[in-house]
C-alpha cells in the first residue's frame, strides 16, 4: 500500500491506498483509499454490494480519480 493524500484533504483526509483499478461505476481506474480517520462520507471499500478493499468498517473507505491524488507522502513506495 501506498500512504497518500486524496485530492480532497481538507474533507476525507490522508489514507492508504487499497485498490486501484476499474470499478463499473466510474469510468476508467479508480484509486480505493482506507482513510486515516472516519469520514461521514467515506464507504466501506464496498459500492453497490461488490467489495473492492476491506477497511476498519463504514465510513473509513473512499474512492478517487488516480489524478486527485495530491501527494504521496512514502517516497520508498513502490
Same mark, same amino acid.
Given at each position: 500500500?501506498?500512504?497518500? $493524500?486524496? @485530492?480532497?484533504?481538507?474533507?476525507? +483526509?490522508? +489514507?492508504? $491506498?487499497?485498490?486501484?483499478?476499474?470499478? /463499473? &461505476?466510474?469510468?476508467? =481506474? $479508480?484509486?480505493?483509499?482506507?482513510?486515516?480517520? @472516519?469520514?461521514?462520507?467515506?464507504?466501506? +471499500?464496498?459500492?453497490? /454490494?461488490?467489495? &473492492?478493499? $476491506?477497511?476498519?468498517?463504514?465510513? @473509513?473507505?473512499? &474512492?478517487? =480519480?488516480?489524478?486527485?491524488?495530491?501527494?504521496?507522502?512514502?517516497?520508498?513506495?513502490?
Amino acid at each position: 500500500p501506498i500512504p497518500c $493524500v486524496p @485530492w480532497q484533504s481538507q474533507t476525507s +483526509g490522508h +489514507g492508504t $491506498v487499497k485498490y486501484v483499478g476499474k470499478t /463499473g &461505476f466510474s469510468k476508467g =481506474k $479508480v484509486v480505493g483509499l482506507e482513510l486515516d480517520s @472516519w469520514y461521514e462520507k467515506g464507504n466501506d +471499500g464496498s459500492v453497490n /454490494g461488490k467489495r &473492492f478493499f $476491506v477497511t476498519k468498517g463504514p465510513g @473509513w473507505g473512499y &474512492f478517487t =480519480k488516480p489524478s486527485s491524488i495530491a501527494e504521496v507522502l512514502d517516497k520508498k513506495a513502490p
